[in-house]
């Protein structure tokens, strides 16, 4: 597939022209890359299978993997499930529009290419002005996974997405950075007992303090007790630049001590090394070098990951040294779950 990408840099004055023209592609059943507040997502008509094909070729995504649905209103989210029970209508009521997702049984007019052929759906309402416009121009529910090539880092800049898809998609919306850097908290709304699918920037605790007790029901790698263990990365590809990552884990001054450590074992082993850091003393090791953010900042932290995995595979380093000494609060739960999957080792100090 070979498509010519329409470049869209939003500026103050070209709003509404940009909507209406990508609105007409949605219609089309085209795709469109468009910002979101977690990352740029991939949209296309969720209801139409040829629009929602188009997405899953573009990305290289496995047909198993089934799409988050955009929403604009509640009107169109009852088009899409068969009942909102009342928890969910309380995570309704308290985070949407925003970054948390809802797995509920689905309506027949979802097809099942968006779905995976599940029974239930995913839904979200983005809080982003471009998204919830693109939407409610079109009048079209919009999938929309990480507009990235499967397995990829996902992209935070349209820089990024045309990085991944120039060629293979209908246009980007250019809109800067996204805010928060992260994809979505996922949970399933859709049985007995509410569960956690895939951390996000909206953390079990927040979604405790509304429903009460959830399950939390992700792979999380188990470091074991042998200090150098195998992650998830190595099984799935998920969020992984070109560059192999190494991850520290531990307290700060031992995870900055063992980053030079390895840094200079590489280095002199033939490596080119990138950092991925929390502290600006390590800047002096290399120009290769990313900060994260504040350590006890994970929002900084969260904005800073997938820029700074894509930044440093664009220098061309072989080794990403990853820096994980920052909190686990907040989204910085999302982001150590990002960051494991997207390593070839953890190293826990
Ligand atoms: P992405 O849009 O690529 O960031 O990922 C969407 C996430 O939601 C993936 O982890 C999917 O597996 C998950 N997901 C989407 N629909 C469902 C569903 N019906 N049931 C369970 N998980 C889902
Ligand atoms: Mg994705």
New binding site residues.
């Given amino acids: 597939m070979n498509t010519y990408t329409k470049i869209f840099k939003l500026t103050r004055d070209n709003f509404s022209e940009v909507i209406g023209e990508c609105a007409e592609i949605i219609k089309k059943g085209g795709t469109v890359a468009i910002p979101t507040e977690t ?1 740029y ?1 991939l949209a296309a008509n969720a209801l139409d299978p040829i629009a929602v094909n188009r997405i899953f070729h573009a990305k290289g ?1 496995p047909a198993d ?4 649905v955009h929403v604009a209103s509640i009107e169109q989210l009852e088009q899409l499930v068969s009942e909102v029970p009342p928890k969910a209508l309380s995570l309704i009521e308290a985070f949407w529009p925003g970054p948390l ?1 809802l ?1 509920l049984k ?1 309506t027949e007019i979802v097809p099942d290419i968006t ?2 052929g ?1 029974d ?3 839904v979200r309402m983005p809080a982003d002005i471009v998204a919830q416009e693109l939407i409610s121009l079109s009048g079209k529910h919009l999938a ?3 507009a990235n090539i499967s397995g990829r880092p ?1 992209p935070t800049t349209a820089s990024h997405v045309l990085h991944d898809l120039e060629g293979k998609i209908d246009a980007v919306i250019d809109a800067g950075n996204t805010r928060i850097g992260v ?2 908290t ?1 949970i ?1 709304m859709s049985r007995e007992k509410p569960a956690i ?2 951390p996000g920037y909206i953390s079990a605790a927040k979604i405790e303090e509304i429903i009460g007790e959830v399950d939390i029901n992700y792979n999380e790698h188990d470091t074991g007790a042998l200090g150098v263990v195998r992650s998830p990365g190595m099984k799935y590809t998920h969020y992984s630049p070109a560059a192999t990552v190494l991850l520290l884990e531990g307290p700060h001054d031992l995870v900055s001590n063992k980053v030079r450590e390895m840094y200079a074992d590489f280095t002199c082993r033939g490596a080119r090394v990138g950092l991925l850091v929390t502290s600006n003393d390590l800047f002096s090791l290399t120009n290769d070098v990313v900060y994260l953010g504040r350590k006890d900042e994970p929002e900084e932290v969260a904005r800073n990951l997938f820029l700074g995995l894509r930044s440093l595979d664009e220098r061309g380093v072989n080794i990403i040294i990853a820096d994980g000494s920052f909190t686990h609060d907040g989204v910085g739960a999302a982001v150590m779950n990002r960051l494991r999957k997207a390593s070839e080792m953890i190293i826990k100090l």
Avoid: Q
Avoid at 65 to 68: E, G, Q, T, V
């Fill in positions: 990352v997502g995504r993997n089934p799409l988050i997702t797995i689905r779905t995976g599940l239930t759906v995913a929309a996974p990480s996902s994809e979505s996922v399933d699918l895939r």
